[in-house]
């Protein structure tokens, strides 16, 4: 096909601005925006120009852009981004003359219709951004901020990206869930029992982290996500447990880590400290979950009879390697009751009298050690009281390292 003819046939079927025929030709030859192209086909094609507003195909909506485009700068004047992306709904009218273009005049070398208002819109707006001295690139993947420009209303539409930031947690007292527990009488409504709170806990290690970071980039909200978490009795202790905070609609992006680690550790000492944070994207969030980390505990065990050192040893050394789990029974409504392969890598300890011991268990991740001990009538395979042939029972956990690779 000769691009003169197919441009002469396309100005035939109805009123079609430079930029709407030049797109139809858009990967022919380059260096030429689509209305240059588009004006010098019709030059050889030898047919008159419409005015732009009576183009059948795009109504006249790209004498909007640069309109539109200031109304983005605006939208966005008071926040830090450093990508950005435009999108655009077209009109029910304009999508239908695409198709009956591309069916009727289909060209080799053309172009969405959206790709080129995507592409104008954003070269406005780095014009605009340029003017005020500010610096931003596209980025389809991941933009920090995106607008969504609807060409029949003339809406726009901003999304901002979520900050995403590493690091790791220590909980020095016992008693604090990782995120906010609903009251269980109420669930979360408030009422009596939790003070009109709706809080089973009075904190969690989310509402002691969260609030520094959210007053640093003014973040509407935000969540904390760990990766694994101990239970509410047991202190995390050591290097601590990794976690991803994500902020949500952020104004600011680039933040004093250090500032709001001082601040968190400022105001929730005795309780949770925040080391190593960083900066980190999106996949961290995946990443983190699905760590599945070694971990070292410290457990302090009540026996029901008294117990020999040398049972002690005897025991620990017998419940080092697999062991089959089945989902403990305090977690059976939460958790799909499976028996789970676990394993024990290391467990040693010793009496601190003939009825307490103080263990330390290296073991792999998901290891339940509160059942581990307890046998958990027998849904724990083997188990420390098992072995012992007493009663056994966890009172004091701490995790002391959340073993990372
Ligand atoms: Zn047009
Ligand atoms: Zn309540």
Redesign the pocket.
């Given at each position: 096909m000769d691009p003169i003819e197919l441009a002469a046939q396309l100005a035939s079927a109805g009123p079609i601005c430079d930029r709407c025929l030049g797109r139809r030709f858009a990967g022919l030859g380059s260096g030429l925006g689509n209305a240059e192209r588009g004006r010098s086909l019709r030059a050889a094609a030898g047919v008159p120009a419409p005015p732009e507003a009576k183009c059948w195909v795009c109504a006249g909506v790209f004498a909007r852009v640069a309109e539109w485009a200031r109304e983005a700068a605006e939208l966005v004047a008071d926040r830090e981004f450093a990508t950005f992306l435009f999108g655009v709904h077209l009109s029910p009218r304009q999508e239908a003359v695409e198709e009956f273009l591309d069916e009727k005049f289909p060209s080799p070398w053309s172009e969405p219709f959206k790709r080129d208002a995507n592409r104008e819109l954003g070269k406005a707006f780095e014009r605009i951004l340029v003017e005020r001295g500010r610096l931003a690139t596209v980025d389809f993947a991941r933009p920090d901020v995106q607008f969504t420009v609807d060409l029949e209303s003339g809406a726009i539409a901003l999304t901002v990206a979520p900050v995403f930031f590493y690091g790791r947690y220590r909980k020095l007292a016992r008693g604090i869930p990782q995120t906010h527990w609903p009251?269980?009488?109420?669930r979360?409504?408030?009422?009596?029992?939790?003070g009109?709170?709706?809080?089973q806990y009075p904190t969690s290690v989310e509402e002691l982290v969260l609030p520094a970071f959210l007053a640093a980039t003014g973040g509407t909200g935000g969540h904390l996500h760990g990766a694994g978490r101990e239970d509410i009795d047991a202190r995390m202790l050591g290097r601590g447990r990794p976690f991803v905070v994500e902020v949500k609609e952020p104004k600011v992006r680039t933040v004093d880590l250090e500032a709001i680690a001082r601040e968190v550790n400022a105001a929730a000492a005795g309780r949770v400290e925040v080391l190593d944070l960083r900066r980190g994207s999106s996949d961290l969030v995946a990443q983190v979950k699905e760590e599945h980390a070694d971990k070292r505990y410290r457990a302090r065990v009540a026996f029901g009879e008294p117990v020999s050192e040398e049972a002690l040893a005897r025991a620990l050394g017998a419940l080092v390697g697999e062991i089959d789990q089945r989902t403990p029974v305090r977690v059976r409504h939460r958790r799909a009751d499976l028996v789970r392969r676990r394993s024990v890598h290391d467990a040693r300890g010793r009496l601190v009298s003939p009825t307490e011991a103080e263990l330390e268990i290296l073991c792999g991740g998901g290891l339940y050690v509160k059942e581990l001990v307890s046998g958990d009538d027998g849904a724990t395979q083997p188990n420390l009281s098992a072995l012992l042939g007493v009663p056994a029972k966890v009172v004091e956990l701490d995790v002391l390292d959340v073993l990372v690779a």
């Open positions: 009251c269980r009488s109420c979360g409504r408030g009422c009596a029992s939790c009109g709170t709706g809080k």
